[in-house]
């Protein structure tokens, strides 16, 4: 799994790749959520500047967080449009509780479920961050073969998933399986 990650995220990155490569790539990632049994992982939206959450932050209290912008809003949008446009909808919308994650799923997909294992561990412990990454791999052993699932999370969950690094309303596309799952590649939608 680990050579396919790393061939994920050097194409993800496009090194060596121009762009009838890149546009090839996304069309075979969102032929990809057609065809079922993967996972839209997705990093929230833009943010309002800064780097995780004030030190007095709340769940389930936007006030206290670090939030969406009005960029961070629109590129939410965006991004189902562009799934929308291509005729995709997400069996399934699961997200942090985090209010950044919650907003971006609303706004693209227009639904979601909070599950605490896409929550920030930004802060966590070691095994708060393993505890959680296996709840995922132990989710994506079990994806159903239709349809395909969208996750709405946070920057360290994605890399501790993948070992990719992407930006804020920045996807990977991830196949599941019995080994836990396989990332197919990186992939924008807002533009």
Same mark, same amino acid.
Request: glycine content about 12%; proline content about 4%.
């Given at each position: 799994?680990?050579?396919?990650?790393?061939? &994920?995220? !050097?194409?993800?990155?496009?090194?060596?790749?121009?762009?009838? #490569?890149? =546009? $090839?790539?996304?069309?075979?990632?969102?032929? $990809?959520?057609? &065809?079922?049994? /993967?996972? !839209?992982?997705?990093?929230?939206?833009?943010? *309002?500047?800064?780097?995780? +959450?004030?030190? #007095?932050? @709340?769940?389930? +209290?936007? $006030?206290?967080?670090?939030?969406? %912008?009005?960029?961070?809003?629109?590129?939410?949008?965006?991004?189902?449009?562009?799934?929308?446009?291509? &005729?995709?909808?997400?069996?399934? /919308? @699961?997200? %942090?509780?985090?209010?950044?994650?919650?907003?971006?799923?609303?706004?693209?997909?227009? =639904?979601?479920?909070?599950?605490?294992?896409?929550? %920030?561990?930004?802060?966590?412990?070691?095994?708060?961050? =393993?505890?959680?990454?296996? $709840?995922?791999?132990?989710?994506?052993?079990? !994806?159903?073969?239709?349809?395909?699932?969208?996750? *709405? %999370?946070?920057? *360290?969950?994605?890399?501790?998933?993948?070992?990719?690094? /992407?930006?804020?309303?920045?996807? /990977? *596309?991830?196949?599941?399986?019995?080994?836990?799952?396989?990332?197919?590649? @990186?992939?924008? !939608?807002?533009?």
């Amino acid at each position: 799994m680990k050579r396919r990650l790393l061939l &994920g995220s !050097l194409m993800g990155l496009g090194f060596g790749m121009g762009p009838a #490569d890149l =546009r $090839a790539e996304a069309a075979a990632l969102l032929s $990809a959520l057609r &065809g079922g049994g /993967v996972v !839209l992982m997705l990093r929230h939206a833009r943010t *309002v500047p800064g780097v995780g +959450d004030p030190p #007095d932050f @709340r769940l389930g +209290d936007c $006030a206290t967080q670090r939030n969406l %912008s009005a960029a961070g809003r629109a590129q939410a949008r965006r991004i189902g449009q562009t799934l929308a446009a291509h &005729g995709l909808q997400p069996r399934l /919308v @699961r997200s %942090s509780g985090w209010c950044r994650c919650i907003e971006t799923a609303e706004l693209a997909f227009g =639904r979601h479920e909070v599950w605490p294992a896409l929550h %920030s561990f930004f802060t966590e412990h070691d095994a708060q961050r =393993r505890a959680q990454t296996a $709840a995922l791999h132990e989710a994506l052993a079990q !994806l159903p073969a239709e349809g395909f699932e969208a996750w *709405v %999370s946070h920057q *360290v969950n994605i890399t501790a998933l993948t070992g990719s690094w /992407v930006d804020m309303g920045e996807a /990977v *596309v991830i196949r599941g399986g019995p080994d836990g799952g396989t990332m197919l590649g @990186r992939l924008r !939608l807002d533009a």
